[in-house]
Structures are given as C-alpha cells and as structure tokens.
C-alpha cells in the first residue's frame, strides 16, 4: 500500500470518566461508545486492509465488509472505526466474538449467518495527505464529506451538545452501546495516547465467588470466578473480577486459603476437570481462551461460600461483558440468594434510533 499513513498502526485510546466533561460549548465532541472490535481500514484503491487494536489483522474475518467499504471510501484513504454484529435487540458482542475462528468455511458461513457493519468515526488520511495532525472537528468535517452509507457502512452521529450526549447515555444503552465519548474538538489524533474520555454505565451486583486464577506472576490469585444461580439453583459462570495489586494478592490468598477445595465433585463448576465437556462448546470457566489458544484458564475451586460486591458495566448472554470489579466482602450475603434476579435489565431499542434514517 502507498499510503502516507500505513499499518500498523495504534489507534487513539480513551481514558475513563465519571461523567461527561462540562467545558465550554464546542470544546468537545460526543459520539455512542460502539461495542465491537476497533479496526482502522486502509484503503489504497482494491486493496483494502483491515488493521485491529492489538496488529492483528482482521480482514479474513470480515470478508463481507470489503466491497461495501470500497464503495463507502475514497480510493485512497486511512478511516477510523468500529466492527460491530447486530443482532435483534442490538448490538451482539457475543456474536461478533465468534467470528473469529481458524477454520476458512466458518468464517465464511458466519459472514452470512451474522454479518458484521463498520462504523466509521475518524479519518486518518486522505489521498497523499496524513491529518493526524489535523484538529478532531476538522478531521471529523473531512470524514462527513467522503464517506458514502451503505448497509455495512455507517458513520457514527456526533454532536457539540452535552445535553444531546447525555441523552444519547441513557437512551442508547438498550442498543447495545457502552456510553459515550468526549473527544477534545482541537485535538490532533495521537496513536496509542488516551487523550479521549469515555464514561460508561456501572453497576453492581452480589456474586458468588467459587474459584479463582493465579496471577501471571505467581504472587496470588489474580482474578476472582463469580457466579450467580438461576431459579432451578445451578450456579452460572458469570465472569471475574481482576486488577488486583500486589498487596492485594498477598492478602486474598491468605483470606481465600480456607476456602480451597480440591473435591471436584461436590464443586457447583466440577465438569470443569472433565475433558470431554471442554470439547462440547458451551462456556465452562477454565475452557481455551478464543483469542489465545496457549493461554492458561485453569482456576483454583473454592467452596461457593464467600460473596463479594462488583461493579460491572453490562451483562450479555448471561456474562459480564468485561471483568467486574471487586467492592468488597458481603459476609451478610447467603450465597444462595446471589440470582440473576438483581441484575438491571436494559430495554432493547433499533439501532435505527441510534443511525436514523440511513440504517433504513
């Protein structure tokens, strides 16, 4: 590719926010957080290359995605953005995850099963010219004027408003959307910095903690198993909760100590240690990891006794979208009564609400 921006390269990152920042009318610009996978697409004519945040590329995943962005995007051109799946009540993190698989005649059966659409919401370079430099309310000017919707390509809606925006928190979240960003409007775009903000839902829920995994260091456990128990009282892998300091880790393995339980068989996640059950799909805690096949999930079984406090964003499928985090102790908690029913359900809204008219 001859293009003055070329792969690969680290997009922009964002640092958390408790709220939206106040600031002076136009200082920043606000746009959904898009739950899907960041990908910035480099177009130079055909070719078309689809680079994610960790520089692998994405392009063999997404096949159905390349002639509707070369119909979307100028011939030459670097563009910011988001790969999502939408399924009936929304945006489907779920689904997309399962798009990435090894297998050539899976990727192409899902292509069509659960097609993917990109979102744009940046433009990185144009023809021979690199607008890195380029302050984010004109580079978000440029991208209006060059990007052409289609079915797969839509441009994310923005807006100087903060009242807009914070409508847009409440209200899109039943779409599937994590929150919202504040963009500096003057800003330039800075590759791998976190110069943006994103304030995104939180909540909390009392959950089961019935295991848990070594940190990678081997100083203690570096991430709780949390569960939670249905109405028939099986108790449901519901994620972890992590980013424990070292202090911590040294404290949870001399509290958690008496809980270890090496009887797999009175444990409510037992099947764990049976071979065959990792081979049957479903979501065992412990199974192989979908984005790194060598990575250790193996956990230390604890008596489901203990019940802790985490914060958490979202739940999807019945897990939490990303790993909780520990609160504190809930000794006054009898495990069993930790259910799916305290989770808050979000109503579900079109995406049509959030695109308007163009994702007609």
């Not at 409440?170 to 903000?197: C, I, N, S, W």
Request: aromatic share 8%.
């Amino acid at each position: 590719m001859d293009l003055p921006v070329t792969p690969p390269l680290a997009p922009m990152l964002a640092k958390a926010a408790d709220g939206l920042p106040a600031g002076e009318s136009g200082e920043f610009w606000f746009e959904p957080k898009w739950d899907g996978f960041r990908c910035i697409v480099f177009r130079d004519g055909d070719e078309v290359e689809l680079g994610s945040r960790n520089d692998r590329p994405l392009t063999r995943y997404f096949p159905e995605l390349i002639d509707p962005l070369r119909a979307a995007l100028p011939d030459r051109c670097v563009v910011d953005g988001e790969v999502v799946v939408v399924g009936p009540d929304g945006l489907d993190f779920d689904a997309l995850q399962q798009r990435v698989h090894p297998a050539a005649s899976r990727i192409a059966r899902l292509s069509t099963e659960t097609p993917a659409a990109f979102v744009a919401f940046d433009l990185l370079a144009l023809d021979d010219q690199a607008l890195l430099d380029v302050a984010q309310r004109d580079r978000r000017r440029a991208l209006e004027a060059v990007v052409t919707t289609n079915h797969r390509v839509h441009l994310t809606p923005g807006t100087f408003d903060r009242s807009v925006a914070q409508d847009w928190f409440h209200r899109f979240e039943g779409a599937g959307l994590e929150g919202v960003m504040a963009k500096p409007a003057d800003g330039p775009y800075q590759p791998g910095k976190r110069t943006q903000l994103k304030v995104k839902h939180l909540r909390t829920a009392d959950c089961v903690v019935a295991g848990f995994r070594e940190h990678k260091n081997g100083d203690g456990p570096g991430s709780l198993m949390l569960g939670l128990y249905d109405a028939q009282g099986a108790l449901h892998h519901l994620g972890v909760a992590s980013s424990f300091s070292a202090t911590t880790r040294a404290e949870l393995r001399t509290f958690l100590a008496p809980y270890v339980t090496e009887d797999w068989a009175d444990h409510p996640w037992g099947r764990w240690a049976e071979a065959a059950a990792h081979q049957e799909g479903g979501r065992l805690p412990g199974g192989q990891s979908r984005w790194n096949a060598t990575k250790d999930l193996s956990f230390t079984a604890l008596r489901p006794e203990l019940v802790a406090e985490v914060a958490y964003e979202r739940v999807d499928h019945g897990r939490f979208r990303h790993g909780g985090r520990f609160q504190r102790w809930r000794p006054d908690r009898d495990p069993r009564s930790c259910t799916f029913g305290q989770l808050e359900v979000v109503t579900p809204i079109e995406l049509g609400a959030v695109f308007g008219p163009e994702s007609e």
